[in-house]
Structures are given as C-alpha cells and as structure tokens.
C-alpha cells in the first residue's frame, strides 16, 4: 500500500487531479456552511456581473447567487456521479464476471446485451428514461446507470477470460475451491486494478451526462445543478455571459480532476499500459 | 563438420550493451569480443538472461528504447557499425546482415501476404523490375521447401502453419542473398519434428551460399545439431568460446561444464525404469474429448471440430511413473486437464482405486479431488500474484476441513522438502525466480498429500541448469514419498529420465506405450521413431 | 466467401438490435406510471379525448398485451410511428423531414473528428514522449473534459456575439432570395460552429485510440522484422504500422457513432438546428412522448446502419475477417 502511495504520489496528473478533486469534495461539503441560504432564493439585484461587492460569480436574471448555486451545485454534480458509477460499476462486474467466468451460452446471452446497451445512442435512452419516469434523484442516478455499466462489463469480462485460464486459477479448481471462492478470492482481486482506473472516468462520463440532462431541463427540481444554471442562463448568453460561462467551468474542472485522476491511477496500477496513456 | 578458418565477416571487440538505468544490472552484454566468420554456424549459447538477444539486435542495429551500445566495435567487412549513420545502417541490414526470429507468427505482418513482404525487401533495396523480382520470390519460396510457391505467394501469415511461417522468414531473410545471417532462436516456437527440418534447411542454405551464421539459442542439442563453433555467455559475458566439438565433448570453464553436465544428466536415464505391479491408482478408459469451437461468431453455422482424445486408455500403477509424450496438439494436456478433472469427457471413465469418479457421490468426490494434484508448466502463472505463499499452501487444506495451525505446520513441512526456508511464506510471488516458484508450486501439490500428480510440462519453461534440479527433485519426492506421477512432455529425453513407462501421444491416440527404455531406444511406431530422430543433437547425447 | 457470411451475420444482428430497441420502447411506455395511452398521447393529446381514442384503437390498448406489442412492433416496422397530437401530423413525416440536417451535422462532426483525430493521434505517437506529443496529450485530455453543449454557448458568444462572424443559429438565413450556389455557402457558414462543437469531443476520443493503437503496433514484433529488412521510415509507417493499427479505428470510431447522435440532441438544442435532436428536445418539452420514442428509435436506427457500413469497411480491408470471431 505504502508503495501504491508512493508511486502515485509520484505521477504529476494524478495529484493534480487529487488536491482538485479533495478541494472540490471540501467545497461540496462546506456548501451549507459557505451559503447556508437556499440558492433558489433571490439574493440581490437580478444580473449583476462577477465580483461585483458581495456576489463573487454575480447574479442570474432573478437575482439569485451563481456562487451559491456553484457550490450548492457541486454536491449534485459529485452525489449523482459517484451513485450512477457505483451503480454501474456494480452492475457491470456482476455482469462481466458471470459473463467471463461461465462462458458458453450465458456468455453469449450477456454480451449480445451488452453490445445492445452499447450499440443504441445511450444519451437518447437516458433522455427516454429520465423523460418517462419524470425526472428525480433517483429516475437520473439510475438512468445514468442503466447507460454506463456496458463498458465495465466487457472489461471485467475480457479480465475474466484471461485470469480464469491461468494457472492458478486452475490450481484453486484441481483443489476443490468452490465457484464463489475463485470467483472473488482468486480472480477479481486480480481483475480490479483497471475497474478502478475505468471507474474514476466513468465518474468524470456521468456527471457529464447529468449536465447534459439537466442542461435540457431533465434534473430533480429541489436541487440546484451546473447543468440546469447553464440551460437557465443559455438565453440570457448576449447579456450575462457568467450565467452560462461559470458553471460551465465548473464542470470543466470537476471533470479534469477526475481524468486527471484516472490517468495517475492508471499509471500506478497498469505500468503495462502507462507508457501508451501517460500525459 | 569443422573446417578451416575462413575469412572474417563480423567481428566484435570489447563490446559492452548498456540496459536502462534501473534493470537488474547496468550492462546487458559486457567486454565481449567474438568473430563470426564466412561459411560457418556460431552458435551463442546461453541461458535466459545472458544478453544473447541484445547481442543480435545490436549486430542489426535494432536495440530496444533505452537500451544503447555503451562501449566497443562492431566490424563487418570493413564497416563499423555501431558509429553507422542511419541511412547507410538501413542499406546494410536485409541487404548484407539478414535477421530470423523467434516467433514467425509474430515476426511477420499479419495484414500483407508473403509474396507482399518479400517483395517490399526487394523494392526497399532496388532489385530490379516487377517480373525479376517476382521470379526471385518463386525462387526463394522454392528453395526454402515451401509447397506450392505460385498458389502460396499470394497466402498471409495467418493461414500458414508455423514451420511454413519460419520457412518464409527464412525466405525472407535470404531475398537479398545476405553474408551474414543472425536467427535468433529460430525454432524454439517449433515442434521437435518442424524443429528438425527447419535445422536441415538452415544448415543446408548456410552451405550452399556460404553464409557466415549467427545462431541463438538456449538448447544444447540444438548446438549439437548444428553448430560449427559454439559462444558460451552467462549474464552478459563470453565465457567459453571454441569448435563445437571441443566446447560439448571437453567444457574448460566451469559454467559451460555445469550446463553440459546438466543436459547431459537428461539423456542419463540409468536410473529410471522400475517395474510395477501393484494395482492402478489411476485407470483411464476409452477418453474421448472433442472440441468444438465456433470460426465465424454467433450465428454461423461454421465449426471447427477437433477431435483432441480418441479412445486412450492407461493405467497409472502405486509409486510409478508414467510419460505422456506429445507435440502440441496431441492432447496429452488434455488428458492431464480430464485426470485432475478441469474438464470433461465425452465419454469413457478416470477411475480412481478401481471406482470410476464421475459416479462417486459428491463427498467422495470432493475428498478424492485433492488427492490428484496438478504442477504447471508456467512458473509466473501458476501462482496468484496477489496471494502470499502462505495463503497459497494453506488455503486450499482449510477448505478441506484442516485446522488452521496444522495446516501451517503441513506447509511448512512441504516447503523444507522442496527445498526451501520459512522465510518464503511471508513473500509474494514476484519475489521468487521461475525455479523457486515451480519449487512452491510443487509444495503447494504436496501439501494435500496426493497419491499421484500430473506434472504438465512442469519443466518445459525452465532453464536447463534448473530443469535438472526440479527433475531430480520431482524424483526424489515421488520416491519418498511413494507416489505416482503422470509426466506430460514434448521431451522425450526428458521424459526418459524420470519415467517407467512412456506412452506417445499422436493427434488424439497412443500411438506407443511401453518400457521407457524401449521407447527411447528401440521405438516401434514410425511417429515415435520420427520423434526419436528428431531430437536435436542426438548423436552427442548418445 | 467469408466476408459475405460475416456481413449477413452482421446484419442479422444489426436487425436483431433494432427489434430490441422496439421492444424496449414498448416496455418504456408500458412501464411508465399511468395510462399508455395517456402516454403516447403526449401532454396535450390526452386532454383530448376524440385523440386519446384514436391512440386507443390505433394501437389496440384494449387487446392483450402481446397483441399490443406485434401491433406495435408491426408499425415501427412499416415505418409508422403513429401521429403527434401537438404538430397534428403523422411523427414518420416529421422525422423524414429533420432527418437530413441531423445526417449533415453528424456526418460532418464525425469526419472532422475522425481526420483530426487520425492527424493527432498518428503525430503524438510518432513523436512520442516529445513536445508534440505532449501538446496533443494534453490538448486531448481538455476537449475531454469539456461538457459539449457549453462548449457550444461559449463558441456562440465568441464567434457570433463577440466577433460575429458566424451565424449563431439555425441551418440557414430565412427570408434572403438566394441562388443554389449562395444557399449551400450559407448553409455551410451556419454548419460550422454546431459541426465543430460536435466534433471536438470525438476529435479528443480518436486522437487518443489512434495514438494507443500507434503505440502499441509500434512495438510489435513485424514492425522489427520490417526494420531488420532494412526498410525505410517512410515505408514502415506506412504498410506496416498504419496499416494495422488503423484497422481496429474503424470498429472502435463506428462504436462511438451512437454517442455522436446523442451529442446531437444536446447540440441541435443549443444551435436551433432543425434535426431530430431539436425535434426530440421539442418532443421532450411537450412530454410528447410518442415522438421521443420515435426520434429514439430511428436514431438507434442510424448508428446500426453506421455501424454496419463501418463493418463492411472492415471487411474489406482486413484479409483475417474470418478468422475473427
């Protein structure tokens, strides 16, 4: 583990994209702390530029607080990124696993779902998803889901198909260790390491795609988001160009960190492929 | 088949490669001064790790990133080629210095066909029009022995076999009528059988065009068979250097001596060959596997069938040992996979003390499962990277019921008779040499208590000098502690040191089964006298 | 031979996938809370109970459920789709008619971002660990990062507010007389901006699989044997490395075909260009629900037929078709 820290202590984008992504994690955490106000609320004179006393990021058409909505928003955009992820990830190594372990018809059967789930446009279906079962916290999070798992499970499968043929895999059979055993004991630990690099950039993909949704007006209403305060400012773009500009940054950086991330994470985990991907 | 001295065509002096900063030491090849001459095959010789393949790469000027000529000469004919400026290296390499590799399938480009990759050589050196050079490639293709060469020409790699593939590189490196070929283990991708008739052709272009040859690689027979002068190097020096004979039949440095001595211990099968009466262990009946695999994806109707056990039947006896010789693809892994049940028959039964054990029921199966018990070839494969020893040679005894404490003491116990400290159990894998970990693998074998262990091809990946030692240590083992061994091999010297009994296996069937001894030196089936007189150098062991 | 069996393989799969995607729809408007007819009538339509009717029979709501979905299933394929309540016009109509700016945009983003990313890709791996390498490295990973619809905002505010040299909205000037020539100048002049926006995105994703894919032929074994040849630079690059580590592009560029059309919705959105995007936002607004599932349907209808033309490429240029499985 020390060596694991280390290492990656040693990769230049990837601290980068760890003190952006602790600082983001602080100003999400703080959010109540900072603005303790609703950030729905209007709070001074509608469309006041950036810097102006007491707004940093200035107001919107209703005389809200883009600052507050960009670190209320912060809370959205990583709460909603990191369930969707989680969600697929576990969706995904299941699915993988299963698929890469069995083989034969049960494999065929996940992957022809697989390829189907990665074949039709995914921002359309999470649009379908989100549109029908109205859009919540929860009709985003599992849309988003329902989205990303497909690359996961071809990973952990490809994983699978190679580790189950080895050796030791082999040796825990000839010595009786049950299917459930190999499968976690013996094999995943080994399948892991680029799981976690793809995870941290599916976190970056899904807070893209909740951006985009509610950019189009798709998020959970009770919350504040970047995406919906880009959408909201975006006809307003020749008169207050911060409305739009801002959170739009925001979203940048947040995403940056988490590739910036990814890409440390990679270089510690997968020397193999490091020298193909380093930045 | 020494002659006298000829003239001199690649000669190198105090030749030093640097590796990296950060590898495992600072010079691959150090100091090292050796001629190659016109009209002879120099075998350089050594085990992995010695720099022998750096070497050749540094004569084409093709080492790897980072990897760099730190000190020394390269001369041929008159141009030092480690000062070589790019574009005159490039004229001389294909041209004059014509290089063979190990693997053909990767060494050629699997989207261009032959005829496209010998003609570009061609073209890259100005020979000249459309039709000479397409009378050259008929020509070349012919005299490297492939069939066909009008229809074949026009063939990508993927579609021919694997001593088709090297006879191309072969025909490929010749294009240009070289004075120097550098073939670096050419045939240690090849079946014996292949292997042979690769060596002949080697040997009789060499020849023919009085080719000055550069021969790496790793197997002593191999230089028997082939070598005029032989080029001994550990760890990146020369150690000895001579004629082929004097160096195989009269070894001066002690290392040549210790690896000859080693190799030659494999053809030493005095001491094999006991007689067994007992009752079988193990019974194999009538195994039939037929693999079906799939060529066109899901929906195509297109099956590939191969039929990997036809009908194999053999008796394993107490404390015998019996060898399973093949070449790839004549199922003896298979029948090693169905005996520790990785997979299953089609048909026909593995009986275990008479009782066949697909019908036992489950608990009897789980209990008898461990008592046949499996060693890898793979050495970096066969453990769970991620795992401690510890937990490698314990967990599978607690899954069967033994107490944690006692399993300890059992690993510890396998680990003192394999040879190796306690201090091992706290280490990972990647903390061991490929010898040390075919020693775990074997501890983690015998702390179920087997009464027979499958050896597939546990020695295959090992260098010689170690090849011996686990050998004798599987010998020995089985001897103390009476058990039975199925030995599955491409070897047949090998397997004539450790085994009673030795069965060959030909596409699916036995085509010979019998006394060790006999088998090796008096076969009787015309594959098994091919195999026999296949293995290279087999005048020197005799 | 064998490529014609991999391509009728294909193309039973690709409409295996649109019987899916059908299927799927059904699922979604049966799975939704409340009535389907109430769904497929969309917000207004079902206020409207002569249309809710016409819904009802039209798609046999009152059979039992697998007749509902053969009826359904049946009318996607005849290309029915039924009508929209709020445009009063039957959906297929309103597709055919936004289907040829949606093809011109995503066409256009794809093969900028497909040029561009082959360029990028093929020189950072060339100069590797370089300062090229480095700047596109980077460069790849920013365009990455960057969510597309405010890339498309901030190009409006700069390209058309600030400087305004690019029309900011729309597929053409309305209302100008204008000769055949002057129209297709205009219409270009409005693709530019909604076109590169698209692109970009894709332009950092095939920058990163070509240059990975350089990578790693770069290394293999035959490039060695090209050199040992003593073959030229040029020559190497070109037979040998591009050759091969171009192949896989084609496959992996076609698989992210279905991404560039849901990028569509986003940019059409931002640009008000008259594409199904745009109609499927409009759909979105109204929760006309029916023409959402349309535009979903025929846009998945589009990226397997991309993905089959992609196949047939592939086809052709790699002799181990049928050795793959």
């Known amino acids: 583990m020390s060596d694991f820290a280390r290492r990656f202590l040693g990769s230049r984008s990837g601290m980068i994209g760890l003190v952006l992504l602790v600082l983001l994690v602080l100003m999400a955490l703080s959010a109540d702390l900072l603005y303790p106000q609703d950030p729905w609320r209007m709070a001074g004179r509608p469309n006041l530029p950036p810097f102006t006393e007491g707004f940093l990021f200035g107001t919107d058409q209703l005389g809200r607080d883009v600052a507050a909505g960009i670190v209320h928003g912060a809370r959205m955009s990583l709460m909603i990124g990191f369930a969707s992820s989680v969600a697929a990830i576990g969706v995904g190594v299941v699915v993988g696993a299963v698929a890469g372990y069995f083989s034969g018809w049960v494999d065929d059967v996940l992957m022809r779902l697989t390829e189907f789930f990665q074949t039709i446009p995914s921002f359309m279906l999470a649009i379908v998803l989100v549109a029908i079962f109205s859009p919540s916290l929860e009709s985003i999070v599992t849309a988003i889901a329902v989205v990303s798992w497909p690359p996961i499970a071809r990973l952990v499968r490809a994983e699978f198909l190679s580790l189950r043929q080895r050796d030791f895999v082999k040796a825990a059979r000839v010595g009786g260790h049950s299917r459930t055993n190999i499968i976690v004991s013996q094999i995943l630990p080994n399948a892991l390491s680029p799981v976690i690099v793809m995870a941290s950039l599916m976190v970056a993909t899904a807070i893209l795609i909740e951006s985009g949704l509610s950019f189009l007006g798709l998020g959970d209403r009770n919350f504040i988001t970047w995406g919906f305060m880009i959408g909201a400012g975006r006809t307003m773009i020749r008169h207050a160009w911060w409305l739009s500009a801002i959170p739009g940054l925001a979203i940048f950086v947040t995403v940056l960190a988490l590739n910036l991330f990814g890409q440390g994470l990679s270089d510690v985990l997968n020397p193999r492929l490091s020298r193909s991907t380093r930045t | 088949m020494s002659r006298p001295a000829e003239t001199t065509v690649l000669s190198m002096r105090s030749l030093s490669i640097a590796l990296p900063p950060g590898a495992d030491r600072a010079l691959a090849v150090s100091d090292l001064s050796l001629d190659l001459y016109r009209n002879e095959i120099l075998c350089v010789v050594g085990e992995s790790g010695s720099g022998k393949s750096l070497l050749a790469n540094a004569i084409m000027g093709l080492l790897p990133n980072g990897v760099r000529v730190a000190s020394g000469t390269i001369d041929f004919e008159g141009t030092e080629l480690t000062t070589l400026p790019a574009n005159r290296y490039r004229k001389l390499r294909g041209a004059r210095i014509a290089m063979v590799f190990q693997e053909p399938m990767t060494a050629l480009n699997p989207v261009l066909t032959v005829r496209e990759q010998i003609d570009e050589a061609l073209v890259a050196h100005g020979v000249g029009n459309a039709a000479e050079r397409q009378r050259r490639i008929l020509e070349l293709l012919d005299a490297t022995g492939l069939p066909d060469p009008e229809t074949l020409q026009h063939a990508y790699p993927f579609r021919l076999s694997g001593g088709q593939r090297q006879r191309a590189m072969i025909a490929m490196a010749l294009a240009l009528e070289p004075d120097v070929l550098i073939a670096d283990e050419p045939t240690t991708a090849l079946d014996v059988t292949t292997q042979k008739q690769i060596l002949e052709l080697l040997r009789e272009i060499q020849q023919r065009r009085r080719l000055g040859v550069l021969f790496i690689t790793h197997d002593f027979g191999v230089v028997a068979e082939i070598a005029d002068r032989v080029a001994v190097m550990r760890l990146g020096e020369l150690v000895e250097e001579g004629p082929a004979r004097q160096v195989l039949d009269h070894p001066r440095h002690g290392y040549t001596q210790k690896l000859v001595a080693a190799v030659r211990g494999l053809s030493d099968t005095s001491g094999a060959a006991r007689e067994h009466r007992s009752e079988p262990v193990l019974s194999i009946l009538g195994a039939t596997k037929t693999f079906v695999t799939a060529t066109g994806g899901f929906f195509s109707g297109k099956r590939r069938r191969v039929e990997a056990l036809k009908d194999v039947s053999l008796d394993i006896a107490q404390g015998e040992t019996l060898g399973l010789v093949g070449e790839s693809g004549s199922g003896k892994s298979t029948l090693g996979q169905a005996v520790v049940q990785l997979l299953e028959l089609d048909s026909g039964e593995i009986r275990f003390h008479g009782t066949p054990i697909a019908e036992m029921p489950r608990k009897e199966r789980e209990r008898v499962r461990p008592k046949i018990q499996i060693v890898f070839q793979d050495p970096f494969a066969s453990l769970n990277p991620r795992h401690r020893i510890r937990r490698a040679l314990t967990e599978t005894q607690v899954i069967h019921g033994t107490r944690r404490a006692d399993a300890l003491a059992q690993a510890e116990r396998m680990l003192d008779l394999v040879g190796l400290d306690q201090g091992a159990l706290d280490r990972f894998p990647h903390e061991f040499s490929g010898g040390q970990r075919q020693r775990i693998g074997i501890a983690r074998a015998l702390v179920m208590e087997p009464e027979l262990i499958v050896a597939d091809e546990a020695v295959s990946a090992l260098d010689v000098s170690i090849q011996a030692q686990i050998l004798e240590l599987l010998a020995d083992i089985r001897d103390r502690l009476h058990l039975s061994m199925l030995f599955i091999t491409h070897d047949l010297r090998v397997a004539a040191q450790v085994c009673d009994r030795i069965a060959v296996m030909q596409r699916g069937e036995i085509v010979e089964h019998g006394n060790a001894q006999e088998v090796l030196h008096a076969p009787s089936h015309g594959y098994t006298r091919t195999l026999c007189d296949s293995m290279p150098g087999k005048e020197w062991f005799v | ?325």
């Open chain 3, 1 to 325: 031979m064998a490529q014609v069996r991999f391509l009728l393989i294909r193309l039973v799969k690709a409409i295996m996938v649109l019987l899916a995607v059908t299927v799927l729809s059904f699922g979604l408007i049966r799975a939704a809370p409340g009535d389907p007819a109430t769904v497929m009538a969309g917000e207004q339509g079902a206020v409207d109970p002569e249309f809710l009717e016409r819904v009802r029979e039209r798609y046999g709501l009152d059979r039992p459920i697998h007749e509902q979905l053969f009826t359904y299933v049946a009318g996607v394929a005849m290309l029915d789709f039924g009508d929209s309540y709020q445009h009063n016009r039957p959906v297929m109509e309103l597709i055919a008619e936004r289907l040829p700016a949606t093809l011109l945009l995503t066409l256009t983003a794809f093969a900028l971002a497909l040029i561009g990313g082959l360029l990028m890709g093929v020189t950072a791996a060339r100069h590797v660990g370089k300062w090229p390498d480095a700047l596109i490295t980077v460069a790849a990973l920013l365009f990455f990062a960057l969510p597309l619809f405010w890339v498309g905002l901030m190009a409006i505010l700069l390209f058309s507010v600030q400087l305004g040299w690019l029309p900011a909205f729309g597929m053409s000037t309305i209302g100008v007389n204008m000769s055949p020539i002057e129209r297709a100048l205009d219409v270009a002049k409005h693709l530019i901006l909604p076109a590169s926006t698209l692109g970009l995105l894709y332009l950092a994703t095939y920058t990163r699989m070509t240059r990975a894919s350089v990578l790693e032929v770069m290394d293999l074994e035959f490039v060695r044997t090209a050199r040992a040849k003593g073959l030229g630079e040029r020559r190497i690059w070109r037979r040998h490395i591009l050759k091969n580590a171009l192949l896989p592009i084609i496959t992996l560029a076609s698989l992210q075909a279905g991404h560039l059309v849901g990028g569509a919705v986003l940019t059409e959105t931002v640009f008000s260009w008259p594409g199904i995007g745009r109609l499927a936002f409009d759909a979105l607004l109204q929760r006309d629900y029916n023409l959402l599932l349309a535009t979903f349907i025929i846009a998945s209808a589009f990226v397997v037929f991309f993905n089959l033309v992609a196949d047939l490429i592939y086809s052709l240029a790699d002799p181990r078709i049928e050795v793959a499985s």
